[in-house]
């Protein structure tokens, strides 16, 4: 049990450092943006582009659920308490999914969007013990 906790600790640490990477540097390259191009008073080229990072990364994060790993989509404590009841759902628990679990909410939350990733350590801990099998 103590190995299955420290594990969905560190992927949950791993998915805290990223998505303040990846916001950080999208926050970078907007203000240098606005920084260099101070004398305009517009400030719409710099929301487009914004924008144009947040629309990217969710983007990203909609493609691989849709196309990679479609089980991925959701919080997916339903299918888990399915899987631990023995109902037998194809895909679930599987090295893949959590990949695409873990990179579509990195990718999600640092293009703005309100996915709680509480629900995700649920099927992260579930995850680790399957593979700690």
């Known amino acids: 049990m103590l190995l ?6 560190c992927i949950a640490a791993f998915i805290d450092v990223m998505i303040d990477k990846l916001a950080g540097c ?12 101070l004398e305009s008073t517009s400030i719409i080229l710099p929301f487009l582009l914004w924008l144009t990072i947040d629309v990217g ?7 691989l659920v849709a196309y990679i790993e479609p089980v991925a989509a959701g919080s997916g404590i339903p299918q888990i308490k399915c899987y631990l009841n023995g109902v037998k759902i ?8 959590l990949v695409t679990k873990v990179i ?16 995700r350590m649920i099927n992260l801990q579930h995850y680790s013990h399957t593979f700690m099998l």
């Open 104 to 119: 579509g909410v990195i990718f999600g939350m640092s293009g703005g969007l309100a996915i709680g990733k509480v629900s």
């Open 90 to 97: 194809p895909h679930v628990v599987r090295f893949k999914t």
């Open 26 to 37: 999208k926050y970078s390259i907007v203000r240098k943006f606005i920084d260099h191009d």
């Open 4 to 9: 299955i906790g420290v594990t969905t600790a």
């Open 57 to 63: 990364f969710v983007a990203i994060a909609a493609f």
